[in-house]
């Protein structure tokens, strides 16, 4: 987490203030039988000097990436979600004994699951060519969708995959592979289409990790099979263990609008994607040196 150095709130600038100001009719929420009232506030956060993890390389990037879920899990755990992951939120601090301290910045949108102000579950925030699939859905745009644990988990991934295929030696690609370019236009169906391109392709062909990435390409490609497989269940509305098992599937709409939140679920299931990964390379064995930790 980083070191908030000073902060202050502009009570002036929220949009409460504002639309009372202008007359215009405060924003409100049907929650538990009652209306919610809903605005942003302006706030300045001074913080330490941190330094981006997508410059990093090899097992300093991972390791500082994996940091960097570990510290999300632990706040989702206690009602605290990010739900804005993107490239320049995971950062780091600068160490003298060159050690890896992640750091996950900017949680300006995050909400407390416990604050009804704050949260009902269906807010759509994030950054296009980093948010999960179903978040670039339509019915996510309408607050059908409900953003569960998941949803973040998977932007992690998509920063990886994005790192591995648009930079080189620490340094950003120019102009950018196509597929990854699209992504960028703020265009959520293309971005959309494009995952789901990546997700079905055999290999990497013409979306290939640069050469800087040949051994971490492994972990890329175990976290493609797992969304994969985990959308597939989904859409089966089955355990990803239980592909291929007969039975009936339930309406894609209602099995969104009725999926529970399982942190604790997914995070494991993650973990043995990533202990998989460390055991079979001995190039990625430090891998397990990650998961040893409580939490993990």
Not at 240 to 257: E, L, W, Y
Request: some cysteine.
């Amino acid at each position: 987490m980083p070191i908030v150095v000073d902060s202050k709130e502009y009570s002036e600038y929220n949009t409460r203030t504002i639309r009372v100001k202008l007359g215009i009719p405060l924003r409100t929420r049907h929650l538990d039988g009652r209306e919610v009232e809903v605005y942003r506030v302006l706030r300045l956060i001074v913080t330490e000097r941190l330094y981006p993890v997508h410059r990093l390389t090899g097992e300093k990037f991972v390791r500082a990436w994996f940091q960097c879920a570990e510290v999300h899990y632990l706040n989702w755990l206690n009602g605290i979600h990010h739900q804005d992951l993107s490239l320049n939120n995971l950062m780091r601090r600068a160490r003298d004994d060159d050690t890896i301290c992640a750091v996950l910045n900017d949680w300006d949108l995050a909400i407390d699951a416990y604050e009804p102000q704050t949260c009902t579950g269906f807010e759509v925030t994030g950054t296009i060519p980093f948010m999960a699939i179903d978040l670039l859905r339509e019915a996510a745009l309408v607050g059908k969708v409900k953003h569960l644990y998941r949803h973040d988990l998977e932007a992690f991934f998509w920063i990886f995959i994005w790192v591995i295929c648009c930079y080189k030696d620490g340094k950003r690609l120019d102009p950018l592979p196509q597929l990854y370019h699209e992504w960028t236009l703020g265009d959520m169906r293309l971005c959309r289409m494009g995952k789901n391109v990546l997700l079905a392709e055999v290999g990497w062909e013409g979306v290939d990790p640069t050469s800087t990435w040949v051994v971490e390409a492994r972990i890329a490609a175990g976290l493609i099979q797992y969304l994969d497989k985990t959308q597939v269940a989904r859409r089966s509305h089955k355990s990803p263990n239980d592909i291929g098992t007969k039975g009936r599937s339930k309406d894609a709409a209602q099995a969104a609008k009725d999926e529970a939140d399982e942190p604790e679920k997914v995070w494991n299931e993650f973990v043995e994607e990533m202990r998989d990964a460390g055991q079979s390379d001995p190039a990625l064995g430090y891998i397990l040196s990650l998961l040893t930790r409580e939490g993990a």
